[in-house]
């Protein structure tokens, strides 16, 4: 079975340190992973995702995720936390063959304190 | 704003009951997915429909049903409420219908659906 595993509920960071949110995955054939977040009362937001090539990808709010494949990892990075960037954060992979959906990670809440 | 509309945003309604959502797909997009979100459960995939067709099934209740229709917004019915089914319902849209060059999925800002 294709999934993801994000091992942090709840990751802590102090504004203007980098951050990390951790997730690992699990698929068959060629990965296609994506992260998103989701602020309070709103939906889903497209962050950045990896298809192939690079395995530093960069997307939106100054956030980026390297791939590495040996771990089996996508962890979503950012050099400089903002108190803004307080949410819900959520690795998903593309199962190969089964259309479009994503199948998503529980979660992990990141707070970033002033 | 991501170009995708759902409604409506809150909805009450009773055990035993019926009730629909409606999802408008971002401008151009062909794919529409069906998203159930509790604290329990997480983000579960319901349904994907592709220009009308049924694309990908999750894991969706018989009680539940979906269609996307020839303007290709879509609708998702639930039938027979319980107390379980109060969730969070997002709706999203995608370009393609799967695999590599589908693209990402624009998420909608949900349908709160509460079962007293």
């Known amino acids: 079975a294709q999934s993801v595993a994000q091992p942090e509920d709840q990751v802590n960071v102090a504004e203007g340190n980098p951050l990390t949110v951790k997730c690992t995955y699990s698929?068959?054939?060629?990965?296609?992973l994506f992260w998103y977040v989701q602020y309070p009362n709103r939906g889903l937001q497209f962050l950045l995702k990896?298809?192939?090539?690079?395995?530093l990808v960069k997307g939106s709010y100054g956030f980026e995720a390297e791939f590495n494949k040996s771990q089996t990892s996508f962890h979503l990075k950012k050099p400089s936390a903002l108190v803004s960037d307080s949410a819900l954060y959520f690795c998903a992979v593309r199962p190969y063959n089964q259309g479009g959906k994503l199948i998503f990670g529980q979660g992990t809440e990141l707070s970033v304190k002033p | 704003d991501s170009g995708v509309t759902q409604t409506p945003k809150h909805l009450i309604t009773a055990t035993g009951q019926r009730v629909t959502l409606r999802c408008s797909p971002r401008s151009g997009d062909l794919s529409v997915y069906w998203y159930q979100q509790s604290l329990d459960q997480g983000l579960q995939f319901l349904i994907q429909y592709y220009n009308g067709e049924e694309r990908a099934k999750g894991n969706i209740l018989e009680r539940f049903s979906a269609q996307q229709f020839p303007d290709l917004h879509s609708e998702l019915n639930l039938s027979s409420l319980e107390l379980g089914d109060s969730a969070l319902y997002f709706c999203?849209?995608?370009?393609?219908?799967?695999?590599?060059?589908?693209?990402?999925?624009?998420f909608g800002e949900g349908s709160r659906l509460t079962v007293l």
């Open positions: 990896y298809i192939t090539g690079d395995n």
């Open positions: 999203a849209s995608s370009e393609g219908p799967g695999g590599v060059n589908t693209g990402e999925l624009f």
């Open positions: 698929v068959s054939g060629n990965p296609y």
